[in-house]
């Protein structure tokens, strides 16, 4: 036989076909638990922070210094809007109760009430109405005449529909308010 280098066997392999102990479970969650609660408590108190800031800020902007400074306006932009005012005014004041009641106990079948304007700084109040005959529209300005509100109730003008086939009459009654201005 041939000698040579001596043949070696090669190690024994030992395999370990068990599985190590797992690690309990409860330590991880116990950090998970403590980390979620944490950043709950940390997330409070930054919104309270930023309310308490936001609070402080407004207080600060009440008390500061930090006000816009009043400009000078023209004293013809104060007297329109002065102007503007009164006639606000004016157009509240007006007794619309009275006015609605009136031109309604005034309304009948024949007669179509189309506008009403109120002039408050005149006391005056205008219709523009449509009765489908004249009888109709004379009746409308008496019964007009004859509301408690409203004197001096005049016929300003009608004029016969000549386009429409039933003829209808379009007429403007002006009146004055009674009562105190």
């Known amino acids: 036989m041939r000698e040579g280098p001596p043949i070696r066997k090669p190690r024994a392999l030992e395999l370990d076909y068990l599985v190590p102990r797992r690690r309990p479970l409860w330590p991880g969650l116990l950090v998970l638990v403590l980390s979620v609660a944490l950043a709950g408590g940390m997330l409070a108190r930054y919104r309270e922070a930023g309310l308490e800031l936001s609070r402080l800020q407004t207080a600060a902007g009440l008390v500061g210094g930090e006000r816009a400074t009043a400009r000078a306006v023209p004293k013809e932009q104060l007297d329109e809007e002065a102007r ?18 009136a031109v309604e106990r005034a309304a009948t079948r024949d007669v179509a009430l189309l506008q009403l ?7 005056l109040l205008k219709l523009s109405a449509e009765a489908r005959h004249p009888q109709a529209m004379f009746a409308y300005v008496r019964r007009l005449a004859a ?18 086939p039933q003829r209808p009459i ?12």
Request: net charge negative; charged share 20%.
């Open 84 to 101: 503007n005012a009164e006639a606000v005014v004016r157009q509240l004041t007006l007794p619309w109760a009275m006015l609605i009641q």
């Open 147 to 164: 509301a408690d509100g409203l004197a001096e109730v005049h016929l300003v003008g009608h004029q016969v529909q000549r386009d429409d």
């Open 170 to 181: 379009q007429f403007s009654v002006q009146a004055s308010l009674r009562g105190a201005r």
């Open 117 to 123: 304007q109120p002039d408050p700084a005149s006391r």
